[in-house]
């Protein structure tokens, strides 16, 4: 009746769609599958004569998406519901083919009549639209069927880009609002480990939407907002506090690299259209990251006084001890449970690297205080094993309390080293920028510009004086991990402190090879000012067993400080 009589039909697509949704819940496969290709033929082939009901075959074909007895059918649906769509987007292409005589003398509609009312569809766009996108994002977020996840994905994001472009039904505020509410929300599962009451074990369920829903999805979500950045600029800050909503879960490494490299390329994408206070809010999503998930990993085990993070507010949560199984063993070969904690670090790293001309020195300062925080509390723990002598502004704590585990030493010795890298290089980057015979920046005075030659000048010198201190800092703890190794298993701590101390001293030894490279290169008015301060340690340090160590020091002692003590001499 449908393919000999579809020209006739005016309010009869009401109550044949109404039907064919009827048998998309029918149980017995036949009568949905009969139902479901009835209907998909109707939308695609009677598409330009439906006119004004095709609000009705979205949600007659929805209908056969949601069932959750036949999941072949589900699958074409969703595939369907993308056809659809771009049939809606480019509008009827043809006149409906002439009907039979006997159809023209009872109810049938003239072609042109039947082509214009078509062309009325978009008139409540948001009527026909919505439908058509709700169903795909619920069942991205909630199908309990990773193949239909996984098609739904395909077709919402597709639907999503297409009309978000201009010329898109979605271009303007329906599309805004279909971001906010359709697209953001499929991550609604995904909670960082503070708002779970810790890091809660998942179920095989929600690790398995992580691994084939949440990865694929994240990354769409991303190439559809950068995309479109323009129109969806007053999203940003939702954006932004997603991908660190999936920075911070505890339970997907993967998911968490994702949402680190999709963070970082919105800021690349957009970075430069960022208001100040944008930038404010990235600043304080990544530092918040640090302060509930990751600098107080090791509170534990860290002494309690002193140090870069003592006077914090951070709440504990021993992370290394709540990572499960599953997470080691999908985690990449060589890391470990602190894995987050790197993640977070090499985030900062890279958004510093890039952007901190377009970022406030109060920004910078503040991401590089979660650094230092982090390199702080992990240098607190080795400390506190090695009897408090060695490394880290924390110092202290309490005597009779229970010692790190050696999982614990181990992870917290190659999170001080991670932090200590990736800190160091930031500060030899910034200090770069300051020119010699640079004039000191004023005080008092208005800021420069944002992205200023001033405002890198000032970002610059304000990294100096955090350079030279953590140069000092991490030298001295060389040479006092040095004088530990050097006493032997018959030290103080016995022979687990002295390999502790061996273990400490290996993995130092490449980050002070490279501060001493980077002092090796510093300019000569930089050199001659802060070399008072260095001689000393550099002196000795000429007795260590580092043979890298040795040959930078050779070349500081003959580049650098000979030709210094001639020219004063002089």
């Not at 917290?412 to 290089?425: D, F, N, T, V």
């Amino acid at each position: 009746m449908v393919q000999s009589r579809a020209r006739s039909i005016r309010s009869g697509w009401s109550t044949l769609f109404a039907t064919l949704s009827l048998a998309a819940a029918d149980p017995l496969p036949a009568i949905a599958a009969a139902g479901y290709a009835l209907a998909s033929r109707t939308v695609t082939d009677h598409f330009a004569v439906i006119g004004d009901h095709h609000t009705l075959g979205v949600e007659c074909v929805a209908a056969y998406l949601r069932q959750q007895s036949h999941t072949d059918i589900a699958l074409s649906a969703a595939k369907c519901l993308a056809d659809y769509a771009r049939l809606l987007h480019d509008g009827p292409t043809d006149a409906p083919a002439p009907a039979a005589a006997a159809d023209d003398a009872e109810t049938s509609l003239p072609p042109s009549v039947a082509v214009q009312s078509s062309l009325t569809l978009s008139a409540d766009p948001e009527r026909l639209w919505w439908p058509l996108c709700e169903v795909l994002a619920q069942a991205i977020g909630s199908d309990v069927r990773p193949p239909v996840r996984a098609v739904a994905l395909t077709s919402f994001f597709g639907v999503l880009e297409a009309e978000l472009a201009p010329g898109g039904v979605l271009h303007g505020p329906l599309g805004l609002k279909a971001f906010r509410e359709l697209a953001l929300p499929i991550f609604d599962a995904v909670q960082p480990a503070a708002e779970q009451g810790g890091a809660a074990a998942i179920s095989p369920a929600q690790a398995a939407w992580f691994e084939g829903t949440g990865l694929p999805a994240l990354t769409a979500l991303e190439r559809a907002f950068c995309r479109s950045s323009v129109l969806l600029a007053p999203l940003l800050d939702d954006v932004i506090a997603l991908f660190v909503r999936c920075l911070q879960q505890p339970h997907h490494p993967r998911l968490s690299r994702a949402a680190a490299e999709s963070l970082l390329h919105v800021v690349r994408q957009t970075g430069a259209s960022f208001s100040q206070e944008t930038w404010a809010l990235v600043c304080a999503q990544l530092q918040s990251c640090f302060d509930s998930s990751a600098a107080e990993a090791y509170a534990s085990a860290a002494p309690a006084g002193g140090g870069a993070g003592a006077g914090s507010t951070m709440a504990a949560s021993p992370l290394l001890r709540e990572v499960s199984a599953k997470v080691e063993a999908e985690a990449p070969e060589g890391s470990g449970p602190y894995e987050l904690q790197v993640l977070l670090l090499s985030t900062v790293y890279q958004l510093l690297q890039s952007m901190y001309p377009s970022m406030t020195l109060a920004d910078v300062e503040g991401l590089l205080n979660c650094m230092l925080s982090m390199y702080d509390k992990a240098a607190g723990v080795i400390a506190t094993a090695m009897g408090g002598a060695a490394g880290g502004a924390a110092e202290g704590g309490d005597a009779g309390a229970a010692g790190p585990s050696a999982i614990e030493l181990e992870e917290a010795s190659h999170l001080k080293h991670e932090a200590m890298a990736y800190y160091l290089q930031l500060l030899f980057l910034l200090y770069a920028k300051l020119g010699p015979g640079a004039p000191p920046p004023a005080k008092g005075g208005p800021p420069p510009p944002l992205g200023s030659g001033e405002h890198v000048q000032l970002i610059a010198a304000a990294a100096e004086y955090r350079l030279v201190s953590f140069c000092l800092l991490g030298l001295r703890d060389y040479l006092s991990t040095q004088d530990r190794v050097a006493a032997g298993a018959g030290g103080a701590g016995g022979e687990e402190t002295f390999r502790l101390a061996e273990g400490t001293l290996a993995e130092l030894t490449p980050n002070i090879v490279m501060l001493l490279r980077g002092v090796l290169a510093f300019p000569e008015p930089h050199f001659s000012k802060h070399l008072p301060v260095f001689y000393p340690l550099f002196a000795d340090l000429i007795h260590c067993e580092s043979k890298q160590i040795a040959a930078v020091l050779r070349e500081i002692f003959a580049q650098r400080i000979a030709p210094h003590l001639q020219q004063s001499s002089g």
